[in-house]
């Protein structure tokens, strides 16, 4: 069964830093594109960071493009996304996921398994 579990979230004030945390079971994140995903009230779910099996080529939304660094450590079968200079516009729920098959996708509806997501909430 394959279990998707976020950590990391919180609350920080405009210019700090986070890191959150994908722990993965049943599933391997070397073979298989896994993404980060954000979803603010109201608004659609939208892809912020995919990386390719095995860490290779990786997609930033451009909104976060030099700010979130997305990586994986395969031996902990663990995504991450560093998140830096975070903004009040980032404020929203996160997500990983992944997919089983396929390339990468910033589309979420591509991506079938999700984890329970966690929460980050910049402040002014």
């Known amino acids: 069964q394959v279990q998707l579990v976020e950590s990391g979230g919180g609350s920080v004030q405009a210019g700090g830093s986070l890191r959150l945390s994908c722990a993965v079971s049943?599933?391997?994140?070397?073979?298989?594109?896994m993404g980060w995903f954000r979803q603010a009230p109201g608004k659609e779910r939208e892809g912020v960071a995919t990386?390719?099996?095995?860490?290779?080529?990786?997609y930033y939304a451009d909104s976060v493009k030099g700010r979130f660094t997305i990586s994986q450590d395969n031996a902990k079968n663990t995504l991450y996304l560093q998140m830096n200079s975070l903004k009040p516009e980032d404020t929203a729920m996160y997500y990983c996921?992944?997919?089983?098959?396929?390339?990468?996708?910033?589309?979420?509806?591509?991506?079938?398994?999700w984890g329970q997501g966690t929460q980050v909430t910049v402040s002014s």
């Open positions: 996921a992944t997919r089983s098959g396929g390339g990468c996708s910033p589309r979420y509806y591509v991506y079938v398994y």
């Open positions: 990386i390719w099996p095995g860490g290779g080529s990786t």
């Open positions: 049943g599933y391997t994140v070397s073979r298989n594109c």
